[in-house]
């Protein structure tokens, strides 16, 4: 920097800068966008309005415009020697600041990517950085303080990977896809990611995330998506970060252990607490770091004394081994999930009030295949195209043309894919060996929605009937009455007498 321009920047410095009408405008929308759900059309909106681009461009041009766009004035800023937030004062510094941080955050993008791929290879293993020293002088020369620069850099890492895991493991243009990926987006981040930022980044382990659906619907891929994408600190002094993704995420399938197993899987035991247990074993709660996160799926499957045990867990994120007095504590974050209606579960006693209470800071719901594809039968094609990739390692036009003929021919266009996704994957599989699948016959009929949905069309449903088999419809695909009534505008007592109506002329029709 010459003489005169340090003593611009010096009385700069002194009396704050101002951007100009035009420019505040700019990074406002850039701003907005920093800090919006990527999968949300208010996100669209804005990307289209910063690249100045019609609607119909591709999606790609039209990102590759944004992030151009605003590359150029932060580029303008910098030779007018006035890209440091210590210039900008009130609302011109937050703008600033925000832009910034998605000119750099775009700048790693790619480079974030490759380690995303490369820890999925490598497993546990933490991978170094060498971009990161750079990355970082980058943030702490644009007036961020050292510590700001390494958690904004962590975040950048936390956010490339929400969206990768969310965009690639949750494919499907279908709105209830579209509705679940802006969700899981939220549960990570919160509904306001500027909430998030400043109070929350290191607080989320004090939410737990409920996943409701059916058997087969990819509750274990949204779940993943979640446990994957925390937040994990950069260790500045190895160059890397403190550890890897793969690692931080622990599951367990609930009902496939016995009763006498169960809580050594969960709690570990010590030597000698029951016949067999030659030597210590740690349970997932003391395997699951600070910044990780355990699935306990299928849990409306466990027990009321192992309940009872999660529940101290969750409230007093304490646990003590099998056959040990000592008290561990799990610092994690829980994400549940089970297939059975709950409401159901906590009627008959099976389920505790109290636990589904600590569980449910936010319930998904991930829709069947088949409501998926009544919204959008494209679904089906894009699903085929999907399963493909990930079985062969790239994508291939004739075979997915070869799959998707062989199930409209012995399937037809109306079969209620009883496994959901995880069926169709193996449909995939079996066409590809053998060019056939029949599927479940006894599962062929229409879609429960079918029936709704004709008699509304023959116009023979009184209303009385239509009320109860839409709530009905909405109690098998969310599981619980509450949900159904925040849905209908109904109060929770009217939802479940009539779904226990309507469920009651079906076992007498």
């Not at 591709?58 to 007018?80: C, F, G, S, T």
């Not at 994957?228 to 252990?257: H, M, V, W």
Request: glycine share 8%.
């Amino acid at each position: 920097m010459t003489s005169n321009a340090r003593l611009i920047y010096t009385g700069c410095m002194n009396r704050g800068h101002k951007l100009s009408a035009r420019d505040r405008r700019f990074f406002e929308l850039v701003s907005r966008a920093t800090f919006c759900n990527p999968f949300s059309d208010r996100r669209t909106e804005l990307d289209l309005r910063i690249a100045e681009c019609s609607p119909d461009t591709p999606y790609a041009e039209r990102i590759d415009r944004v992030i151009a766009n605003v590359a150029e004035e932060v580029r303008k800023l910098e030779r007018a020697d006035c890209a440091d937030l210590r210039l900008y004062r009130g609302e011109d510094r937050y703008v600033v600041q925000n832009a910034f941080l998605f000119d750099v955050y775009h700048r790693v993008s790619d480079r974030l990517d490759e380690l995303i791929l490369r820890e999925i290879a490598s497993g546990h293993e933490r991978r170094p950085l060498p971009f990161a020293r750079d990355t970082l002088a980058t943030l702490t020369g644009r007036g961020f303080s050292v510590p700001e620069a390494q958690r904004f850099f962590a975040m950048f890492y936390q956010v490339r990977r929400a969206f990768y895991f969310i965009n690639h493991g949750l494919v499907g243009a279908s709105p209830s896809m579209k509705r679940l990926r802006l969700h899981l987006w939220d549960d990570i981040f919160t509904h306001d990611i500027r909430w998030y930022e400043k109070y929350l980044w290191n607080r989320m382990e004090d939410f737990s995330t409920l996943l409701l659906g059916e058997t087969g619907t990819g509750k274990g891929t949204a779940a993943a998506a979640i446990g994957r994408s925390g937040f994990i600190p950069y260790d500045a002094g190895k160059g890397c970060f403190t550890e890897s993704f793969t690692q931080n995420f622990i599951s367990i399938n609930l009902s496939q252990y016995p009763e006498a197993l169960i809580e050594s899987e969960l709690f570990g035991h010590r030597k000698g607490a029951f016949t067999g247990a030659i030597e210590h074993h740690q349970g997932i709660f003391a395997r699951c770091s600070a910044h990780g996160s355990i699935f306990l799926d299928e849990i409306g499957d466990v027990s009321i004394p192992v309940q009872v045990k999660l529940l101290q867990v969750l409230q007093d994120r304490t646990f003590s081994p099998v056959g040990s007095h000592e008290k561990l504590r799990f610092n994690g974050r829980v994400i549940a999930a089970t297939n059975k209606p709950l409401d159901d579960l906590r009627r008959r006693g099976l389920f505790r009030d109290d636990l589904f209470y600590r569980l449910c800071s936010d319930m998904i719901v991930v829709p069947p295949f088949r409501q998926r594809l009544g919204e959008d039968p494209a679904e089906l094609d894009v699903m085929v195209a999907h399963v493909i990739r990930r079985i062969v390692g790239e994508a291939s036009k004739e075979l997915a043309v070869m799959v998707r003929e062989a199930i409209g021919a012995d399937l037809g266009a109306h079969y209620a894919w009883p496994g959901n996704v995880r069926e169709l994957e193996q449909a995939v599989r079996g066409i590809l060996l053998t060019s056939r699948y029949h599927g479940d016959r006894g599962a062929a009929a229409p879609a429960p929605e079918a029936g709704l949905i004709n008699g509304i069309r023959d116009g023979v449903l009184t209303a009385h009937e239509l009320v109860a088999s839409y709530c009905a419809l909405l109690y098998d695909r969310f599981g619980t009455y509450g949900e159904v009534a925040r849905r209908t505008g109904l109060d929770r007592r009217t939802v479940k007498k009539h779904v226990q109506e309507r469920r009651g002329a079906e076992r007498t029709g």
